[in-house]
Structures are given as structure tokens and as C-alpha cells.
């Protein structure tokens, strides 16, 4: 390929996606959960997001032009990092200095001008599964498009599994080395996420590159059928379960069965702390975790997402870098029903902590209780 070629790229960052991850509010879907975020301590990760993403591309970086938003959706950080980057130009655009002042018509506009624009060849989007539904709403299927994990819960498939995934999907992509696939967007209702509900719904699909390897599956609920694998895991964690020690009880339907044969009520979608059986403390966030675990002893009983085989980083960042570094990875019991284990492409599971460093790291071979007798042992990457 000569060196004079380019590659014209469309980026869009939502600039607050994730930041109501570890505060324990589950999303930041509208302005007084923005707010609210705010004041309980949550600061914006996206831009650590894109960084990593702009960093797998340096190889190529002499190749590519970004067309992108102006300021803090995506002409801060490509300024920085001293990318080639042209703007576009609305005038919707011209408080994006302020968090508080980015919407979801900004995410639409662009998406819009992006779409019509003959020389973007894809459209990388930083967000999670709300941002999706943004850029689906105006896309369709008319270009391509690839998402970076950034959000909460990220159930679709038009993400990668992280953000130097995506580099590498990107790369594929502008060499013809891979194919187009049609791609889920899901999204659930954050407010009755927050209650305890979790419900999902299919809204489209997206053009995006594809390698298994690289890409994310949407997210795989638990079947009825999985209640009798479920008890028996249940049966089999509470003979485990030792005096005077503090069980971080991450969110889905396999700990909460754990939790239902003590004759405890556990939140379906938040983390609760265990103690000698008893629920003692509900719907934790990061800081709230890190007052225990850094005064007691502590472990985590965390089951795996069906289908994407994520263990950390999809609808649990509560459990950040801070409180999986005070715990140790000798301290996890994962569990997961066997057929939650077989979805998962090659039975490997993931992390995207949001700390590359330690998902590094945690790397590595895992016990996995996939029955009352039976562990499983998996990697971890």
C-alpha cells in the first residue's frame, strides 16, 4: 500500500458513557442521572477509551484522517494525541466543552453528516448500548460502524471486546482482511434496570467488522431451564461459604439463587455484601465496597455473562480496579450453569476491567463451579 494513501474515519465520543458505572447508578440515560453521578464522585472515562484505541493505531497514523466532533466528542483527544482530523461544523456544537451540555442529538448529528459524507469509510463510536441506539436511529445499515465499549451494561454486538480490540478490527477492516456482519443493538430501560428489572429489546442492527476473536456477542439471558444447574450450584456455594468472612455478591440470576435458598433478598442487578449468611448491605457502589475491603476479609462470588463470557467490566463496574486490587484474584469464586459456559465462544472468558494494566494482570486459569460436583477450568484473557 503506498504511503500516500488515507483513510477517512468518523469518530464519535460520548463523553459521558460509563460514568455511572462505578457510582452504582447502572447508566447515566438522561440528565438528572448525569447530575446525580456527578455529585456522587463520578468522573468521565471515555477519552481513557479512545486513548487506548488511538494507541493501537500509531503504526498506521500517517494514514488516517479523522472526521470528528469538536471538542470533548472527539477534537480534544485527537488534538492531543496529534491526529489528522478535520471537524464538523453546527452550531449545536458549540458548548461541547461541558458534559452537561452533550446529548443525544449531538451523537444524531453527527452520526447524520458522517453518514453523508462519501469519503468516511466507517464510523467509530465511543459509548455504550444508549449511544448504539443513537447511531443506529440514523445509520441503518447505509455505512459501516464499530463501537468502543465505554457504557455500563454494553449488551450489543456492534462493540468491540475492548478498545485495542477495536484498533485491530479497525485495521482489518481498511486492509479488506475481514468481512462485514450484521450486528445487534440492544438496550435495556435503565429505570427499571435500577429497579431490579432487566428488560432488553432488540432495536436494529448495524454493518460492522467481524472477527470472532475481536468482537463481542450480545449479551445471553439465563433459560428457564437452567434452574435445576442453578440450585445446585446454590447448594454447593452455601456448604463453602465460610464464618465471618464478607461475600461481594455480584448481579444476575445464578448468584441470586445462591442467595434465595438462604432466604435472603438480593438485588437481581446491583452488588450486595454477604455476612454469615445474611444480607447486610444492598446495591453497593465502588466506594461503599472499598470501606469493607479494605477493613475485612472479603471475596467475590461472580458469575460470567452468557454469551459474551465477560466476568468484569459489562454491568458490574462497581467491582473496579481499586476493589479487584484490595481483593486478589485468589479471593473470586465464579460460577456459571453449563450451558451459560458452552455459549461462550471457545469457552474462554473475558475481562475489560477498564484498567488494561490489570487485566493483564488477572490473566490467566480459573476454577469455574458449573455444578454441585463439578469445576470446570477456564481461561481467562
Not at 503504526?59 to 491526529?83: A, D, R, V
Not at 476473536?213 to 461459604?241: H, V, W, Y
Not at 454469615?276 to 471475596?299: F, G, H, M
Not at 465464579?334 to 493483564?360: C, G, M, W, Y
Request: aromatic content about 8%; glycine content about 8%; proline content about 4%.
Amino acid at each position: 500500500m503506498k504511503q500516500s494513501n488515507k483513510f477517512t474515519i468518523g469518530l464519535i465520543i460520548n463523553p459521558i458513557s460509563g460514568m455511572g458505572g462505578t457510582v452504582g447508578l447502572k447508566g447515566t440515560d438522561g440528565r438528572e442521572i448525569l447530575k446525580k453521578a456527578i455529585n456522587l464522585g463520578a468522573i468521565p472515562k471515555a477519552n481513557n477509551r479512545t486513548m487506548e484505541f488511538l494507541n493501537g493505531l500509531e503504526s498506521i497514523k500517517h494514514e488516517l484522517l479523522f472526521i470528528t466532533c469538536p471538542g470533548i466528542m472527539g477534537e480534544n483527544i485527537l488534538k492531543e494525541l496529534n491526529y489528522n482530523y478535520e471537524t464538523i461544523q453546527d452550531s449545536i456544537f458549540e458548548k461541547c466543552n461541558n458534559i452537561l451540555d452533550t446529548t443525544p442529538e449531538h451523537t444524531a448529528l453527527a452520526a447524520q453528516i458522517m453518514m453523508k459524507s462519501e469519503n468516511v469509510q466507517i464510523i467509530i463510536f465511543v459509548g455504550g448500548d444508549g449511544t448504539a441506539r443513537d447511531v443506529l436511529n440514523v445509520i441503518k445499515r447505509s455505512k459501516p460502524c464499530l463501537g468502543i465499549p465505554a457504557g455500563v451494561k454494553i449488551y450489543s454486538s456492534v462493540f468491540a471486546l475492548n478498545p485495542i480490540d477495536a484498533s485491530n478490527l479497525l485495521i482489518q477492516f481498511l486492509w479488506d482482511e475481514i468481512p462485514l456482519k450484521e450486528s445487534e443493538v440492544l438496550d435495556v430501560d435503565e429505570e427499571q434496570y435500577r429497579a431490579g428489572q432487566l428488560v432488553s429489546k432488540l432495536y436494529g442492527y448495524l454493518y460492522t467488522p467481524f472477527n470472532p476473536d475481536f468482537c463481542q456477542f450480545s449479551k445471553m439471558g439465563t433459560p428457564k431451564s437452567d434452574l435445576n444447574n442453578q440450585e445446585r450450584i446454590a447448594n454447593r456455594i452455601i456448604e463453602i461459604l465460610e464464618d465471618d468472612v464478607y461475600y461481594l455478591l455480584g448481579p444476575g440470576t445464578t448468584v441470586k439463587f445462591i442467595v434465595d435458598k438462604l432466604n435472603q433478598n438480593k438485588t437481581l442487578l446491583g452488588i450486595d455484601l454477604l455476612l454469615n449468611k445474611n444480607i447486610i448491605s444492598k446495591d453497593l457502589n465502588e466506594q461503599q465496597i472499598l470501606e469493607y475491603v479494605k477493613a475485612e476479609k472479603v471475596k467475590i462470588i461472580i458469575s460470567i455473562i452468557g454469551r459474551q463470557g465477560f466476568i468484569f467490566g459489562r454491568g458490574n463496574l462497581q467491582i473496579s480496579p481499586n476493589v479487584l486490587k484490595e481483593v486478589g484474584c485468589k479471593n473470586m469464586i465464579i460460577v456459571a450453569t453449563k450451558f451459560k459456559l458452552q455459549s461462550i465462544h471457545n469457552r474462554i472468558l473475558k475481562l475489560d476491567t477498564r484498567d488494561p494494566e490489570l487485566d493483564k494482570k488477572m490473566k490467566g486459569l480459573y476454577k469455574v463451579i458449573i455444578d454441585y460436583d463439578e469445576i470446570k477450568i477456564c481461561e481467562v484473557r
